[in-house]
């Protein structure tokens, strides 16, 4: 079983709201990763966690504030968010940092 | 800096034709190869990867993927093309390294049309 979830689906906010992204895997991956992906470009990374604690931050504004409860859980918690913070965001584990990742389908995020 | 070049923007192809989206890629030392397809509004799915050995990589739904060390390129290829085939089509590439995280850098993407 390769399967990533990823909570809500869909998801709209305004620029004072408070939300938060949620991510499950229950493969005993060990890392997990936060990707940004705006229409027709590859994603981009934003947070890596190894075993729980975070080990990159891609120099993500601190609006975007990443927690990783347990092995199996990723929260991505969102806090006065710009219109050009919509995008996909993509969730993903692997094994370990140097194995192959797996994606969820991602949170469609509009900031209005 | 590690890089990644899809070199076409849309490859159109016909049912039951072959395909191959071109990649290639530069980075330190030894690749690690990756192919990733996304559907529209989905996340992306693993297809297959190149680590070590055996240059022609088998992955899932029939495609395939030579790694050219030389020419530096890891193409897509399917001897047979679907319409369900049609997607987004993403090379990615890390080192070859252990011992922490290295980043994953992908390419731009590439549009698959197969025309029925």
């Known amino acids: 079983d390769t399967e990533v979830t990823q909570t809500p689906k869909h998801l709209v906010m305004g620029m004072t709201n408070k939300k938060s992204l949620k991510c499950e895997q229950h493969m005993g991956h060990r890392a997990m990763y936060w990707y940004k992906q705006k229409a027709k470009k590859p994603p981009e990374l934003m947070f890596v966690y190894s075993y729980e604690k975070l080990s990159i931050n891609e120099s993500v504004p601190s609006r975007f504030s990443p927690e990783c409860p347990n092995s199996s859980l990723l929260n991505l918690h969102l806090h006065a968010l710009q219109p050009e913070d919509s995008a996909l965001y993509l969730c993903a584990s692997s094994q370990g940092v140097v194995e192959t990742q797996y994606f969820g389908p991602g949170t469609r995020l509009l900031v209005l | ?116």
């Open chain 2, 1 to 116: 800096a590690q890089s990644v070049a899809q070199p076409e923007d849309q490859v159109n192809v016909a049912e039951g034709n072959p395909l191959t989206v071109k990649c290639t890629y530069s980075v330190s030392g030894n690749p690690y190869l990756f192919w990733y397809v996304q559907y529209p509004n989905r996340g992306l799915q693993f297809l297959l990867k190149y680590i070590t050995g055996d240059n022609l990589v088998k992955g899932s739904y029939g495609f395939e993927a030579e790694f050219n060390k030389s020419q530096t390129s890891f193409h897509l290829k399917k001897p047979s093309a679907l319409v369900s085939d049609s997607a987004l089509y993403f090379c990615a590439v890390r080192p070859a390294l252990s011992g922490g995280y290295q980043k994953v850098t992908f390419g731009i993407g590439t549009k698959l049309q197969v025309i029925p």
